[in-house]
């Protein structure tokens, strides 16, 4: 099928999902147009069947806010037709279900019917959409989808509890491409960030106080004094400078690496033990499934969507939100014994495996095929 795909193009999980989704449908032989604000940051390859449309926002200067869904709505109209896209599929109900809910009512004036599908990610929902000065607009857009989807049961429940939701809400879990990792590469080299003897936790986010960054430093503040660690914080937000700061107050400044963000996190996440996401909430958590796949046990806190992924016991460990106490415990008792670090690892391994990209990718398929018919 003819594919457009609307995304933030930047580190965040539901721009990662979008842009690797697209590139395995193109893969799969679908034509696939991304089209957003800049090349998303997992799009290195344009090829024959992947395209991108940049969507430019002029300044003006009696725009004190630049109007950029008007401007995403034409670049999406123009697209279309100009390549006969035959479904729309947005990531992130803010604005983008809103764009394409006006690009569908443009082209449909021209007697071109797209139907669109609407994919929420968490923050759309439980933080942003849900503010009173967005919800009557994402309450519309959602309902004017032609479908909808989330990517855990904990997101589908909350949109139905906050919103006024007339739609069918399709559950499709967040994926991992395992084909793509190579365990025991020569390019995991953990003796540059550790010695032989420190074990290597880690932590990627984008450090919003939604992270819990605070949190992530103390548990690895006491871990470290019981077992030798090195804590590596991948990515950028508004939370890192206070985290640095805490960091150097606590004398850590020699044990914890900021390195910024990242399109390589596997490299990172190799030759890491432990994974670390205390969130408060968290639809979903990506990064997570990321660890696992790269065999990597996580201790989490247990809220939304986060108990679908890591299964307590199995693939590491959850905590009520908050209970540093309880993950510090749990983080000891994996570091400490070689043998369960061990037997952890390849559970994570085990679980993520149920969310290859190549049982979920048959879902979307189905859903585009689906919506096309009743178009
Ligand atoms: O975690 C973030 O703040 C980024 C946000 C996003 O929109 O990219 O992530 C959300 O979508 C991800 C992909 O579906 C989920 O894995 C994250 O759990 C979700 N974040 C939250 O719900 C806080």
Redesign the pocket.
């Known amino acids: 099928m003819k594919v457009a795909i609307v995304c ?1 193009p ?1 580190f ?6 979008a842009t690797e989704l697209g590139i395995a449908l193109a893969q799969r032989g679908h034509e696939v147009h991304f089209v957003t604000y800049k090349q998303p940051v997992r799009l290195e390859l344009i090829s024959n069947n992947i395209h991108f449309h940049e969507v430019h926002v002029p300044e003006y200067p009696l725009f004190h806010y630049q109007p950029y869904e008007l401007a995403l709505s034409s670049k999406l109209v123009d697209t279309i037709k100009m390549y006969g896209i035959e479904v729309l599929h947005v990531h ?1 109900a803010i604005p983008h279900a809103y764009a394409g809910y006006m690009t569908k009512k443009i082209l449909k004036e021209e007697g071109i019917y797209i139907p669109m599908i609407t994919t929420l ?4 929902i ?2 942003v959409g849900n503010h009173p000065f967005y919800k009557s607009a994402v309450t519309f857009s959602i309902n004017k989808s032609d479908v909808v989807t989330a ?1 855990s049961e904990s ?1 589908k429940r909350d949109t139905l509890a906050f919103f006024d939701i007339k739609k069918e809400i399709t559950v499709i879990p ?1 994926f991992v491409d395992r084909r793509k990792y190579d365990h025991g590469s020569k390019d995991c080299k953990r003796s540059l960030l550790a010695r032989e003897d420190e074990k290597i936790i880690t932590h990627i ?2 450090f ?1 106080k ?2 819990r960054i605070p949190d992530v430093i103390e548990i690895f503040h006491r871990v470290q004094k019981e077992v030798p660690a090195k804590l590596i914080m991948v990515g950028e937000g508004p939370e890192k400078e206070h985290a640095e700061f805490t960091v150097e107050q606590l004398g850590l400044s020699e044990k914890v690496i900021f390195l910024g963000n990242s399109s390589e996190i596997d490299r990172i996440l190799c030759y890491s033990d432990l994974f670390l996401l205390p ?1 408060e ?7 997570a ?1 990321e660890a696992m796949t790269n065999k990597v046990p996580v201790i989490s806190s247990n809220t ?2 986060i108990p679908e992924v890591n299964i307590h016991g199995v693939s590491g460990f959850l905590s009520a939100v908050g209970d540093v106490d309880d993950m510090v415990a749990n983080a000891l008792r994996l570091l400490r014994d070689e043998a369960l670090l061990e037997k952890f690892k390849q559970q994570a391994f085990e679980v993520a495996g149920t969310f290859d990209i190549h049982n979920i990718l048959p879902m979307y398929e189905e859903v585009y095929r689906e919506a096309y018919k009743w178009r």
Do not use: A, C, I, Q
């Not at 965040?12 to 999902?17: C, F, Q, R």
């Not at 990610?121 to 759309?124: A, K, R, W």
């Not at 909430?281 to 990064?287: A, I, N």
């Open positions: 933030y930047t965040g999980g539901s721009g990662v999902v992130y990610h968490g923050t759309d439980t933080l990517v997101l967040n986010s984008n919003r939604v992270k969130s909430t968290e639809s979903f958590g990506l990064s499934l939304g969507g």
